[in-house]
Structure formats: C-alpha cells, structure tokens
C-alpha cells in the first residue's frame, strides 16, 4: 500500500508492499496476483479481437453506406442475441454478460456506420484507430 | 425481406431475399454476408473469452472474500486501464472503445465480487453460468 493513497472502505490495493505488511495474506495476494495475470492475458487477446472486429463493421459500414443501407438491421441483430446466447450457456458464460456485450459493440459499430454515411462512405472520418 | 416485417428508414435487413428483389445490390450483399461471418467468428472467439475472463475474476472474488478484501482496487484499475490503452493502439483500436471494454468488466466483476462477499465467500450465490 503507498503511504500516497490512503485507502477507503471500498478498495483495498493488492500488491507486493501489502502482503510484506500483512504477512496472514501473503498467500491471497500471491492467488490474486496469479489470476490477475490469466486476466490482462485473457484480456489482450478481446482487446485484439475487438480491433479485427471493428475493421470489419468499418468495412459493412462502408459497403452500407455506398448502397444506401440504413445502419440498423434488427433482424440480424435477432439472430446475433440468439446465437451469443446459445455460445455463453455452452462456455459457461452468464448469457446476461453475452448480451451486454453484443450491446456494447453493436451500440458501437452503429456508431461508426451513422459516421461512415454522413461522409458519404468515407471511413477517413473515423479516428485512426478504426 | 420478410413481408410481416415493416421497414423503417432506420434499419435495412440484408439477406438473400432482399438481394434477389434488389440484384443491383447483390455484390453489396454478398460481401456484408462475408463480412458478417467474420464478425461472428469473432464474436464467438470474444463471449468464450469472457467465459474464462469471469471464471478467474469469480475466483479472486472468493479469495478477496476469505481475505477480508473489498471488491474494488483503485491502483489495479489505473494499471490495467494504461495497459489496455497501449494494447488498443498497438493493434489498431480506438482506445475509447477498449476503455469501454475495461469498464464493462470491471463493473460486471465487481458486482459479482459483491455478492460473493455478502454470501461469506461462496460464488455459488452467482447464477449457474458464474
């Protein structure tokens, strides 16, 4: 813990300096540091995969945008709720979290489309990021 | 496009149908399907993901629970948030979008850090996907 950030009920900061100061949990501050690292692994490969799926929408959001399709189409998006449901059950995902992320990206893709359209299908509007 | 199905200037269903009614957006159609595919194998590849992300983080959840840990780790937080940050734009993401990422799972894991404290440390109070 630094002697900087005092700590506040709701958050305990779990690091090396904590466990020399509280030798009873070394041994949970040594689990927690295990599994935070399975975690920032876990979450560099989504955070890659986010980037490849981003190029992708960019690209339908291009092909939409020069055949004058609107950015929705709720019917695949019927289709992508049932279908992340049925691989969340399988992997043993809450299917609740499946669905908060299908929102979180579709939210996002259409987003970019709505951009994508207004410059006459010109991704270059987006950042350089997508 | 289905015929009991309506359209509104906001969404545009792309299937085959409506390229067999619209063959000059045939070629438009058969590359958003292509398209579309990818973003399911990613989206597959994303949800199994989260599958492992949540089974580690329902296990620091049990940890910080015996531990006497709150949920939350402020400093944990900032690493984590520097990090994503560079690993969005090394692979060609908005950084704003792996954030939002970030919170999503944070808050989600919280949540579930909380119930797991409020049952003693049992992650069975989560739901049977947890």
Redesign the interface.
């Known amino acids: 813990m630094?002697d900087a950030?005092p700590e506040d009920?709701?958050?305990?900061?779990?690091?090396r300096n904590m466990a020399a100061e509280n030798p009873q949990?070394a041994k949970?501050?040594e689990?927690?540091r295990e599994?935070?690292q399975?975690?920032?692994n876990?979450?560099?490969?989504?955070?890659?995969?986010?980037?490849?799926?981003?190029?992708?929408?960019s690209?339908?959001g291009v092909?939409?945008a020069?055949?004058g399709?609107?950015?929705?189409?709720?019917?695949?998006e019927d289709r992508?709720m049932a279908?992340?449901n049925r691989?969340?059950?399988d992997?043993?995902?809450?299917?609740e979290?499946?669905e908060?992320?299908?929102e979180?990206?579709v939210t996002?893709a259409k987003k970019r489309h709505r951009r994508i359209a207004e410059s006459g299908g010109n991704p270059g509007v987006?950042?350089v990021?997508?």
């Open positions: 630094s950030e009920e709701n958050s305990t900061t779990i690091d949990n949970a501050v689990q927690i599994l935070r399975s975690i920032d876990v979450d560099a490969a989504i955070v890659s995969l986010l980037a490849e799926r981003f190029k992708y929408t690209m339908v092909v939409k020069k055949a399709f609107a950015p929705a189409d709720y019917q695949r992508q279908r992340l691989i969340a059950i992997a043993g995902l809450d299917p979290i499946a908060k992320y299908r979180f990206v996002e987006l950042d990021f997508a």
